[in-house]
């Protein structure tokens, strides 16, 4: 049975190793979870697959772990990214989570017109990324990557499919292709001004995609978008 508690760690990891623990990992096993020596904990580090390892020291503000045998091989989640205007802060955080849960590779805070909230914490929310990775079972933590306006953004815009989630398609039926990578975005609650929707409609690489005849909260649809991305080009098919 795989141990309970299970970590990422940015550390090298074969069998045999000696990994020690920061302030902040000591103090998550051993005054919150109460781990002990010989406690065992999962470990990867988005390179190397998953490892069981037991407690060999503990301490107040330190510690080490022993990693034994290899759970698990490494396996690379598809190229996928998500591009989404920052919400308020509890949605913000969802958004996180569930696109970690969704296998994203790379997360994007975009600025648009309608944006609601542009001051955002990217260290706090990549340690959000790196919690619901640690939770869902996932072997990579997706980048949180600090915000950046949409316009700029989309000039440098290479080939990458870039799927354009857009309310104003609510309704109609699209069914977007297939690709080995791609990008899904994602408006604010406020929509997509006129300008950003005209510049997405003249993009090659933009794959325009409709939802659903309802429109939904954008922390509902990048869920739905995710869903529909993995089951038509990710690790769902
Ligand atoms: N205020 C806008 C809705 C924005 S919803 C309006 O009333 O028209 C927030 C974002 O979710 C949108 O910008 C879009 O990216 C996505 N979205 C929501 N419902 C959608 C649908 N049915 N189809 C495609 N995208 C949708």
């Known amino acids: 049975m795989s141990p309970k508690l299970r970590l990422f760690l940015d550390h090298a990891l074969h069998e045999g190793q000696a990994v020690p623990l920061g302030e902040a990992e000591a103090n998550y096993l051993f005054a919150v979870m109460r781990a002990q020596k010989g406690t065992p904990v999962a470990l990867f580090n988005g390179r190397d697959g998953e490892w069981e390892a037991v407690v060999d020291e503990t301490g107040r503000r330190s ?5 034994g045998t290899r759970l698990r091989v490494q396996a690379q989640p598809p190229d996928l990214w998500l591009l989404f205007a920052p919400l308020k802060k509890t949605r913000t955080d969802f958004v996180i989570e569930k696109a ?78 297939q690709a080995a ?55 769902w098919r």
Request: hydrophobic residues 45%; negative net charge.
């Open 100 to 177: 970690v849960e969704m296998g994203v590779a790379r997360i994007l805070p975009v600025l648009t017109g309608h944006t609601n909230s542009e001051r955002v914490n990217v260290a706090r929310l990549q340690a959000h990324a790196r919690e619901a990775a640690e939770q869902c079972g996932a072997l990579h933590v997706p980048e949180v990557a600090a915000p950046v306006p949409l316009m700029p953004l989309l000039d440098g815009w290479d080939d990458r499919p870039l799927w354009f989630c857009d309310e104003h398609l609510a309704g109609t039926r699209i069914h977007p292709p």
């Open 181 to 235: 990578r791609g990008a899904v975005l994602i408006g604010p609650e406020g929509g997509f001004t006129d300008a950003e929707r005209a510049r997405l409609r003249t993009m090659p690489q933009a794959v325009p995609v409709a939802l659903g005849p309802r429109i939904l909260r954008a922390e509902t649809a990048a869920v739905a978008a995710l869903t529909l991305w993995q089951i038509t080009c990710g690790d």
């Open 63 to 67: 510690g080490s772990l022993r990693v």
